[in-house]
Nanobody, 127 residues
Framework: QAQFVESGGGLVQPGGSLRLSCVIPDSTLRYLAISWFRQAPGKEREGVSCISSRNSNAYYADSVKGRFTVSRENTNNMVYLQMNNLKPEDAAVYFC????????????????????WGQGTQVTVSS
């Protein structure tokens, strides 16, 4: 089973920006809502953002509202997460994920409901 492929992570100073990319490997998956999760060392994996299949809705965790923007280009099978004004607490491995039965974003991020994941990309925020 092909997986999502994330990229764009790296080291950035506090206040800096990164743009994460997620390649959707199978064009049939473009009809799904895509979520971004992150996991810091010693912490639970948490939902960060979600975008519905047709760009009609986007959702954000309170911790990233106003700083992160999710977008997608279905024609190119790509999903992006623009992260601005990064903080040390944003440091984590970021994953894109999908529930293969869902084209709309859920009202709550529940990681056990997601059955399609990528390998993740590391984001480090440090001066």
């Amino acid at each position: 089973q092909a997986q999502f492929v994330e990229s764009g992570g790296g080291l950035v100073q506090p206040g800096g920006s990164l743009r994460l990319s997620c390649v959707i490997p199978d064009s049939t998956l473009r009809y799904l809502a895509i979520s971004w999760f992150r996991q810091a060392p010693g912490k639970e994996r948490e939902g960060v953002s979600c975008i519905s299949s047709r760009n009609s809705n986007a959702y954000y965790a309170d911790s990233v509202k106003g700083r992160f923007t999710v977008s997608r280009e279905n024609t190119n099978n790509m999903v992006y997460l623009q992260m601005n004004n990064l903080k040390p607490e944003d440091a984590a491995v970021y994953f894109c994920a999908a529930n293969t039965l869902r084209s709309q974003c859920p009202s709550k991020f529940v990681k056990t409901e997601y059955d399609y994941w990528g390998q993740g990309t590391q984001v480090t925020v440090s001066s």
